[in-house]
């Protein structure tokens, strides 16, 4: 029985992550193809110039150049190379080329990189001001027992350990000189035993979990876009000498 649950799950699942990333590549090559109808040959000098100095920027110690072939004639959409120039881990200068489909497919991740790092570079201070906010000292101890050091934080910002708000919660309290309503127990289950505010259940609080450094931050993009690099397009043997010259805008 559960075993038959647990494959309908996991069939489940599987079956939806693929929709998701259907859904995600159609999208991306719908994108693509928009961007490849109303292309010209200035956009394209102008794209392969951004690539180039996305990538100098995330991995300045690689030499990553992006370059662009001549443009010959009137069918120069389907003849027209993207070449990609850069140092690979042993030192040594690897080339790689892309037709122009591949390379918007490309620039739409690196782009979409970028975002995301330059979005991360912004958050970075509001995360380290959280981590500052939210380290815990060897010498902070739960509220409750004064004893364990907390784990868990409630919807109030008030710190406990895991065992004493799973013990409090759903017992009743009341405070000098009150009487205990009769369905305080039920109101009281779900209150936070400083400050009295409410929480659904303990599935609400968050655990206190040890935050990654902001090196681990910047170096996870930096370490994909390498990555996108070395695998995207098809590899040559050399990179065209003419073309290591800086092409023109226009």
């Known amino acids: 029985m559960h075993s038959m649950r647990n494959f309908r799950f996991c069939t489940n699942r599987v079956i939806n992550e693929s929709i998701s990333s259907l859904h995600t590549m159609i999208n991306r090559n719908t994108r693509v193809q928009t961007q490849l109808s109303s292309l010209t040959y200035p956009d394209l000098l102008k794209l392969s110039k951004q690539a180039t100095e996305i990538c100098s920027a995330l991995l300045p110690d690689r030499s990553i150049l992006f370059a662009v072939s001549p443009k010959k004639d ?47 570079i912004a958050n970075l201070s509001c995360q380290e001001t959280f981590a500052a906010a939210s380290k815990v000292t060897e010498d902070d101890a739960c509220c409750i027992c004064f004893d364990r050091v907390p784990d868990v934080l409630l919807p109030c910002l008030h710190i406990f350990c895991r065992t004493c708000i799973n013990n409090w919660n759903g017992r009743t309290y009341q405070l000098p000189g009150q009487g205990l309503p009769r369905d305080a127990h039920q109101e009281n289950r779900s209150q936070c035993p400083i400050c009295r505010a409410n929480f659904e259940d303990t599935s609400t609080t968050w655990e206190l979990l040890e935050l990654p450094s902001p090196e681990d931050f910047l170096r996870e993009i930096p370490q994909f876009v390498r990555k996108l690099v070395t695998r995207s397009g098809q590899p040559i043997s050399a990179f065209p000498d003419e073309l290591i010259v800086q092409q023109p805008d226009e």
């Open 74 to 120: 009137i069918f120069w959409l389907y003849k027209v190379k993207v070449f990609c120039r850069f140092r690979d881990f042993r030192d040594s200068i690897t080339a790689r080329v892309f037709t122009i489909r591949e390379f918007l497919h490309f620039y739409d991740e690196l782009l979409r990189s970028k975002d995301l790092y330059d979005t991360r």
